[in-house]
Each structure stands twice: as C-alpha cells, then as structure tokens.
C-alpha cells in the first residue's frame, strides 16, 4: 500500500492488459527459470547506452535501496516476473556498502539486462508522479477538529473487505486508533501522526477494503468547482478546511477505507514490509509488475529539471495503474510534501532483469 497519494488530484490513466507470448525458457547459464518466463510485448531489449542519463547517475543509492529488496520476501507476480533463483543470486553478489560509484554500475551492467517499457498502443511516454509521507496533526479522542477514526483491522471476525467507507466509520469496523480531520485521512497512507501534546505517533498502512479510489480533487473537478489556486493538493486541502461540509461530503463519495497499525519504527514502510528510500523508491502497478526490480526513469520534476536515475520499485497504490506509469517517493514532512504535491510529468521506463534470464526460448 501506497504513503500519502498524490495523483488522486488528476484521474490516473489507464491501460488495457494485452495478452503475452507462449514460449517457456529454459536458462542458458544452468540457473532454474520461472515456467512463465515469457517477454511481453511491451517490453524491448536495449543497452546501457540507450538509457538517457545513465553514466551521470549515482547509482550507489540505488544499490542500497535494492539491499533493502533483498531483505524482503519477493511476492513474484504480475507479468513481469524475474527468475527468482536468478534476482537471489544478485542478492548474494551485491558490492560493498563503501564501493564506489564505476564499481557499482559497472555491477548493474554485469547484472542487469535493461528492457525499454511500452504501454499496449506502443508509446513510450507514461506519467509520473509523486507522493510523501505526511506529517499531520491527530487526536486521541473525538473532537470537531479531528472527526474521523483511525482503525486497526478487526480482530473480531468482521469482514470489511468490500464494504463501504461510510458503512465502516458508521459502524466502527476496526479498533479506534486516533482521530484525524476527515480530509487529512482521505488521502494518508503511512505518516506520522502529533498528538495534542506533541507526541509522536508512527502508523503504516495494514490494509484497506479493496474498493476504488475516488480522490477529492478529481471529485472538485468533476463538479466544476476551482479553488483559488487550482488543483493542488494543497489548494484542495486549504479550500476544503475552508468548507468542511463540501470535504465531508467528498469524503463520503470516497468508498476506499484505508486500515493502519502503530508501529514503533519511525522509518517509512511500503508494500513490501520494508523501508523504502527516498528518492529512489518507485510504486508500480503489481499486476504488471514484480516489487522489487530495478527500475530507470527519464522524466522531469515540477522545476522542469531532468531526473534520470535508477529506482527500484518497492511500493504500489490504488491509482497506479499501466505499464508506462510510476510514483516517485520525494520523503517525508513538508519539503518532501513541496516536492511530491507538483510532481505530473511525462517520461520514459526502463525496467532490469537478472541478466541470465531468458524471455525467448532459444531456437538450438
């Protein structure tokens, strides 16, 4: 589960799933290969040197992030699925933390088979965008300010998957953690939470009803209504504190509920159990992909800048949804939220595999 997601200012896009190849690999190095080794279409073999940016990027960071993938327990789905004897091997092969940076890349190359990623009309340009986690303001009991439950999934033997937003604050589906304004909560993932007399809270997400998403700011959209300054996300948050009826509505038009458990560890934890690193953290769509694979973007941040680095995808979210689509993760707190609420810009992916991995099945 997604941090603090941004993109529900803008409807995200969406992609139809294409069927992939009928062939099984057999690995040419002698390393067991997945009975679904199969390249989809969308994916195109390429060199190091088609990745714009490549030899300028300090990737020592992004093989720190990816130490962080070899302390989790990979879920291989999706349909880009890298041979897991192959990616746990790379694990064990990994550079020290003091390697420098020729050292390091020259690792990925020796490593990693790169593979331009397009979306099934055979573009190469996706969106992406970005996300934080926040720093808010909570309560510990009810009050006007803080109206909204935090829960913990229900021990009680409750189901809650598919049921409404509405009807679990309604009927209190879960165990009241905190208490927090209605439209802070819409868009929270993991974040940290200050209580009335300044103490600390950190929660991560536990788990959520399954149910679509349906974000405030394209909600505003919808409806014609403009705030002042726009649709940003900090636009929409100032303008609906501004109008609690109008945010308590959106907010109920929102059937996606979002569980969250306290958590003692103040670093912040994406969907796959582990921290995730900023700036170097990407949340991808599972249902094409697998977490934990290297992954190069070639965008632009809000300044117009290029960013061209290698991340690695360890975090999803409900929005995120196409081949050519990913959310970078700027941090967490107020600089990160400057960075992550202006994020929308075009560009390209490049996604690694262990470099032994065979897609096509060889014709000898």
């Not at 974000?215 to 649709?231: C, H």
């Not at 504190?241 to 912040?268: C, I, M, T, W």
């Not at 600089?335 to 032994?356: R, V």
Request: aromatic residues 10%.
């Amino acid at each position: 589960m997604k941090l603090r997601k941004l993109c529900y200012l803008l409807p995200a896009t969406c992609y139809l799933l294409s069927g992939c190849g009928d062939v099984t690999a057999p690995s040419t190095a002698g390393t067991r290969t997945e009975n679904n080794a199969v390249r989809p279409g969308q994916l195109k073999k390429v060199s190091y040197g088609d990745l714009p940016g490549w030899r300028d990027d300090d990737v020592r960071y992004a093989l720190k992030a990816f130490r962080n993938t070899c302390r989790a327990k990979i879920n291989y789905s999706g349909r880009v699925i890298p041979d897991r004897y192959l990616l746990e091997e790379k694990c064990q092969l990994m550079p020290s933390e003091s390697a420098d940076i020729p050292t390091v890349r020259a690792w990925f190359e020796s490593h990693f088979q790169p593979y331009q990623v397009y979306d099934d009309s055979g573009k190469t340009k996706g969106t992406f965008t970005g996300y934080y986690s926040p720093v808010v303001n909570a309560c510990r009991t009810q009050t006007a300010r803080c109206s909204a439950p935090i829960m913990d999934v229900p021990t009680d033997g409750r189901g809650y998957k598919g049921v409404t937003s509405q009807t679990i604050v309604r009927n209190r589906i879960g165990r009241v953690l905190y208490w927090i304004d209605p439209v802070d909560l819409q868009d929270m993932g993991s974040a940290t939470l200050i209580l009335e007399d300044g103490t600390r809270v950190k929660l991560n997400v536990a788990s959520t009803n399954d149910l679509p998403f349906n974000g405030i700011g394209g909600q505003l959209m919808k409806r014609g209504i403009r705030p002042p300054d726009g649709y940003g996300m900090k636009s929409v948050r100032a303008y609906l504190k501004q109008n609690p009826a109008l945010g308590q509505e959106l907010v109920n038009n929102n059937p996606r509920y979002v569980y969250y458990r306290e958590s003692s560890n103040f670093d912040v934890v994406g969907t796959m159990g582990i921290p995730i690193s900023k700036i170097r953290t990407i949340a991808v769509d599972t249902s094409i992909y697998t977490l934990g694979l290297p992954v190069f973007i070639d965008t632009y941040l809000s300044d117009n800048s290029k960013f061209q680095r290698l991340m690695v995808a360890q975090d999803t979210g409900g929005a995120i949804k196409g081949w050519v689509r990913a959310d970078i993760f700027f941090g967490v707190g107020d600089d990160a939220f400057e960075y992550a609420h202006a994020q929308y810009a075009s560009g390209e992916m490049y996604i690694l595999m262990p470099k032994q991995y065979q897609y096509v099945k060889p014709t000898w």
